[in-house]
């Protein structure tokens, strides 16, 4: 633990200040569209939306590499394909009579299978691993800026239309016919949501999104009351966990991604266990 | 002599090229109280979903208060069925009732008059002192009145409830028909309903829904025709395709 807060002070080590920031800041987004994610339950829509990024990163290398346009990175690639992926999930769940699904799963695979491809093209040795499992340590100056960018969208967005986004996720219909047009706040939310698990993957890895983005929202959904008390709640937790998963992962030297996760999975299954034993303690009791 | 709250001419409805609604003419004057009933799958939530605008019919008109279904949301108070809700949400009474006010500001902000309106609606159903509770801690029957309030947030004329005496037990049903004589004094009350008994006490006219919709005003009901409809044989009761709320002319 002194270790981490030497590491963390050294000059010469500015990448782990960069991750500790990241993942602090990044804690704002995941905790409020975490929320949403787990009350709408969507997060097999999370899912294929982080796994569809692979594309986007994948093409984005091969634009950056393979046809040598310098200014045109994975990010800008993963940016694109989470949005589009947004807007198509939404389309689909609006037009598609119950094949929401297969769509799902279409993109889920689809999306993986072309980023692989396009790597495979993209001249040089790349890793997939660290896209697939995150590497919070391989960030830099200019993720901060979208961290920052996105804590000021998401917080700005969902504070303006708090009430509707409430609405949307407790009881659609009825948001519809007060007349709010929900299939609009539908796709901002999808939209929302898919930058949100751009920066995911850049901290935990595509397929790890899911746990980091539910796992803080459904621990806080056991005790909250209202949503903005799960989302102040989900926010804590998920900085406190990325902060005890860096610094464990630095002491022991393991990957910081599955560090973190593990971490939240534990936390997720002693408050599921507590809540369910001290239920049944006042059951007894009662 | 005012506009009838709900006017509906010959209309048709197929899903999936399936005839769920076939010629429903209907007229409901403000005020009228009318219970829905017929048998699963005969189209009584298709007929609601055409009158609040979700569904529009493949040919005839709707006409609510001469409004468009889709324009006229104001006009209307909904009370969905409960049981659709994730009963772990986490929301406050007073959150729901607010939803009540959506749609008349662009951000969804609430005003202070809103606050206030909210707040008599609840009053208006006797749960005002639940209004910080959180929504999921609260009994069946207190949820249904707390939807009740929501509805009644909205200030619409006509209230439509979808089969509100689903799962709330004797007691929050006859507060739910209290609650429901007193709005009928300002507004027009249209219910689905399975339970056809207690219907005949409160409303003045029934709608028996089974691809076609016929009116029976409630004097007509007894005990051989509510078995009768349980049973799903709505054709065992004579048609009349046109009634007055006094009853038929001719027996």
């Known amino acids: ?286 | 002599m005012t506009n009838p709250a709900i006017s509906i001419k010959q209309v048709y409805f197929t899903y999936d090229q399936r005839p769920t609604l076939i010629d429903v003419n209907l007229t409901i004057n403000d005020r009228d109280s009318v219970c829905v009933v017929g048998p699963n799958g005969g189209g009584k939530t298709t007929l609601m979903k055409l009158i609040i605008g979700l569904l529009t019919p493949n040919s005839g008109t709707i006409r609510i208060f001469d409004r468009k279904p889709e324009d006229a949301y104001k006009s209307i108070s909904y009370v969905p069925q409960y049981a659709q809700y994730d009963s772990k949400f986490p929301i406050s009474v007073q959150e729901v009732v607010l939803m009540g006010r959506l749609g008349s500001s662009f951000t969804g902000r609430y005003t202070k008059e809103d606050r206030e309106i909210a707040y008599e609606s609840l009053k208006n159903v006797d749960m005002a002192s639940l209004a910080k509770r959180p929504f999921s801690a609260l009994s069946g029957g207190q949820r249904q009145r707390i939807l009740i309030a929501r509805a009644l947030a909205s200030q619409g004329r006509i209230i439509i409830l979808d089969e509100p005496t689903a799962n709330i037990d004797k007691e929050s049903e006859d507060h739910l028909f209290e609650i429901l004589g007193r709005l009928n004094t300002t507004m027009t009350i249209l219910m689905v309903t399975h339970d056809v008994g207690f219907a005949s006490k409160f409303f003045k006219r029934i709608a028996c829904v089974n691809r076609e919709v016929v009116m029976h005003p409630t004097s007509e009901l007894t005990g051989d025709l509510i078995k009768d409809m349980y049973g799903g044989d709505i054709h065992m009761i004579r048609h009349d395709h046109c009634c007055s709320p006094e009853g038929h002319s001719n027996g």
């Open chain 1, 1 to 286: 633990m002194v270790d981490f807060f030497t590491a963390l002070t050294d000059p010469n080590l500015p990448f782990f200040r960069y991750a500790l920031v990241t993942g602090l800041l990044s804690a704002i987004p995941f905790g409020i569209i975490g929320t949403f994610v787990v009350v709408r339950r969507i997060s097999y829509i999370a899912g294929a939306i982080s796994h569809c990024i692979l594309g986007g990163i994948g093409a984005g290398l091969y634009i950056q590499y393979g046809l040598g346009i310098s200014w045109f990175g994975p990010l800008h690639g993963a940016i694109i394909v989470a949005l589009l992926a947004a807007v198509i999930l939404a389309m689909v769940s609006q037009f598609g009579n119950e094949r929401e699904d297969s769509v799902i799963g279409a993109l889920w695979a689809a999306g993986m299978a072309a980023g692989l491809l396009f790597i495979a093209k993209t001249p040089g040795y790349i890793d997939p691993m660290s896209y697939l499992f995150g590497n919070i340590l391989l960030i830099t100056r200019n993720d901060i800026y979208y961290v920052i960018g996105l804590d000021i969208l998401v917080l700005s967005v969902v504070g303006i239309f708090y009430n509707k986004f409430l609405a949307l996720c407790f009881d659609e219909e009825f948001a519809g016919l007060r007349g709010i047009k929900t299939h609009w706040f539908y796709l901002l939310l999808l939209c929302l949501t898919a930058l949100t698990i751009v920066l995911l993957v850049r901290v935990v890895g595509i397929v790890m999104v899911i746990a980091l983005l539910t796992l803080p929202a459904a621990i806080a959904g056991q005790f909250a009351a209202t949503i903005r008390q799960m989302m102040v709640c989900a926010t804590l937790l998920c900085s406190f966990f990325i902060g005890t998963g860096l610094s464990a992962s630095y002491s022991l030297d393991l990957p910081s991604g599955p560090v973190i996760i593990i971490i939240a999975a534990i936390f997720y299954l002693l408050t599921v266990v507590s809540t369910k034993g001290v239920k049944n303690l006042i059951r007894k009791a009662g």
